[in-house]
Nanobody, 116 residues
Framework: QVHVVESGGGLVQAGGSLRLSCAAS????????MGWYRQAPEKQRELVAV???????DYAGSEKGRFTISRDNAKNTVYLQMNSLKPEDTAVYYC??????????WGQGTQVTVSS
């Protein structure tokens, strides 16, 4: 079993920054990819960014350049640095971890609210 715990969400003004953290524990040998997803009110959950154990990253598209995903394998932790935040970035941000192509383990989510 793998436990995934997010932290770092909060309320920020437009143009501000936040850094999310996600720590995985338990049977982490099964984890290759860790990443971030988000779900805004009345919208489907969507990919933000993922990073493999080797450091390969993949971004959804629009956030690349404003968001940066990074990982500390020694700490089994992944980070999401979010800059130049916009009101449309408001969502619950979820961390997921698992084998390649299978985000099997999910955290409870952390709320990010960007005020205009």
């Amino acid at each position: 079993q793998v436990h995934v715990v997010e932290s770092g969400g909060g309320l920020v003004q437009a143009g501000g920054s936040l850094r999310l953290s996600c720590a995985a524990s338990g049977s982490i040998f099964s984890i290759n990819v860790m990443g971030w997803y988000r779900q805004a009110p009345e919208k489907q959950r969507e990919l933000v960014a993922v990073i493999s154990r080797s450091g390969r990253t993949d971004y959804a598209g629009s956030e690349k350049g404003r968001f940066t995903i990074s990982r500390d394998n020694a700490k089994n932790t992944v980070y999401l640095q979010m800059n130049s935040l916009k009101p449309e970035d408001t969502a619950v941000y979820y961390c997921a971890a698992g084998p390649i192509g299978n985000p099997r383990y999910w955290g409870q989510g952390t709320q990010v609210t960007v005020s205009s």
